[in-house]
């Protein structure tokens, strides 16, 4: 079977991250490596070579294609599967990945004939090797949804695994031709690790516990340690949801790399509560070469933080800076934009930023009721607009008491002074550390400046596109 794998761009009202950071499609790596014995597999990385698949189905007829999509790549995905549809006219397409998994009715479409829900692995080597044999019928494979009609029907459904174990080694040759294009902010370098998944904290607004239904799925300390030692890049994105879940895993993990001397520098999620219950962990990770956590502050209101359901105790946060700090270990700290912000509330963050040296970048987050989450059951007829290239953590999504171009305004204001900081305390400044790349960055930064000036107005559109579907 000849199978094509598609990571569709993120729409073109996304802002944020998207201009910033092109990470590999790990999730597309693991399947091509579960398949590539006995399927002609091919890569198509869209967000950062969007006319490439234009070029590959010039020459290569699919048989299957698979593509990756959350939350931001709805349409885009529909799109290329589209694309691909019209070169291919008889090919399977399969959609999997996160959203798909947490909320698959925003793929119930003619160009979609199955959704994979889930670890997915396993149930899409199971749909080429069937229609490899002939097979029309996909029922009798565990973790789908089938289209039928105006409708999708679940198969059974495949339990999530207990680990990751079973998963075999990402195929980064698929991959080869676009890793030069890959970075994060300030780093070219960079290679994207899944150590876990799944994360067990209600937070209302996180998707992450939705997927894992609450569980921690491990991939076990020597095949991480196997798999980092054989990447050549040198900073390492691990993309976990919650990746200190398991001190005693991550003691281990640490211990080694640093036996076997494997140089890399890492950059990942860490929860301010699990830095401050495990200090020596985080020491020895920054011995390990730990350079950057991101952690949700969220908000320096703690009645805020108890209504989030993010299960930080009062001052955790000062404490867990303060920790990093001394270990030389950055955080990127992400807060929550209130609907009634003022410029008092910025300045109130700003002022905190400015305390503690230890955070490196600020991000700042309207209250997005992603889909499948508990606040988005609970806001769901406040919401403004299904249009889901705006669900990028940037767009307000419901109706706020301060007028969103005001709110647009101080966000931009506010990351003019974020960019500012960064560039001084991380050096970014120095001679010694200059790179063509950051040219690269700037660009992109530019880019979401005039994306929030004119984001009230690209949201309004919105609005009144849905009011006029409603009314057909």
């Known amino acids: 079977m000849k199978v094509l794998l598609i990571n569709p761009p993120c729409g073109i009202q996304t802002i944020g991250l998207k201009n910033l950071t092109k990470i590999e499609p790990l999730n597309l790596e693991l399947l091509g490596a579960m398949i590539k014995d006995r399927h002609d597999v091919r890569l198509v990385d869209m967000e950062v070579a969007p006319k490439d698949l234009s070029r ?41 990945g996160h959203h798909p998994t947490v909320w698959p009715q925003d793929f119930l479409d003619p160009l979609i004939d199955l959704v994979v829900r889930g670890e997915g692995t396993e149930t899409f080597a199971e749909i080429c090797d069937a229609r490899a044999g002939g097979a ?21 459904v495949r339990p999530l695994p207990r680990t990751l174990d079973h998963q075999p080694m990402p195929d980064r040759s698929l991959t080869s031709r676009y890793r030069s294009s890959y970075y994060y902010l300030w780093e ?17 607004f996180c998707s992450p516990r939705i997927y894992s239904n609450g569980g921690f799925i491990p991939r076990s300390p020597e ?3 196997e798999e980092i030692s054989g990447l050549k890049e040198d900073f390492i994105y691990l993309c976990d949801d919650h990746a200190f879940h398991d001190p005693e895993r991550m003691h281990k993990m640490a211990d080694m790399l640093l036996s076997a001397g ?11 509560d699990s ?19 991101m952690s949700g502050l969220e908000s320096l209101d703690y009645e805020v933080l108890k209504r989030t359901g993010k299960r930080i105790e009062k001052g955790q946060d000062v404490e867990a800076l303060n920790i990093l700090g001394d270990l030389g270990i950055g955080m990127s700290a992400g807060f929550l934009v209130e609907d009634n ?54 767009h307000f999504l419901m109706t706020t008491r301060t007028s969103t171009k005001e709110l647009y305004r101080m966000m931009r204001n506010a990351y003019g002074k974020v960019v ?16 063509w790349h950051y040219i690269k960055m700037l660009k992109g930064l530019l880019r979401n400046f005039f994306a929030l000036g004119r984001a009230h107005i690209e949201m309004e559109k919105a609005v009144r596109a849905k009011q006029d579907s409603s009314s057909q």
């Not at 401050?276 to 985080?282: A, D, G």
């Not at 300045?347 to 889909?371: G, M, N, S, W």
Request: aromatic share 10%.
């Open 223 to 225: 095949l991480l340690v």
């Open 136 to 156: 029309t019928s996909f029922s009798h494979i565990a973790g789908l949804m089938i289209r039928e009609g105006d409708q999708l029907v679940a198969t059974p």
């Open 420 to 435: 500012v900081r960064a560039f001084f305390r991380v050096g970014l400044w120095r001679p010694k550390n200059w790179s």
């Open 56 to 96: 590959m189905l010039v020459d290569f007829k699919p048989d299957i294609v698979g593509v990756t999509s959350e939350v931001v790549h709805v349409e885009t995905a529909k799109q290329a599967l589209a694309v691909t549809r019209l070169s291919a006219p008889g090919c399977l397409t399969v959609v999997g």
């Open 275 to 293: 830095i401050v219950e495990n200090r020596e962990l985080f020491a020895l990770w920054a011995r390990a070469g730990l350079q950057l956590v």
């Open 341 to 394: 912000f003022t410029p008092k509330d910025f300045a109130r963050i700003d002022k905190f930023v400015e305390q503690h040296p230890a955070i490196i970048l600020t991000e700042y987050t309207p209250l997005t009721p992603l889909p499948g989450t508990p606040l988005h059951r609970k806001v769901q007829d406040d919401i403004i607009t299904e249009d889901r290239q705006f669900y990028d953590l940037q």
């Open 188 to 204: 070219n370098d960079i290679a994207a690790v899944r150590s876990s998944v799944g994360c067990s904290f209600p937070c209302v």
């Open 262 to 272: 494997i140089k890399k520098r890492y950059f990942t999620y860490a929860r301010v």
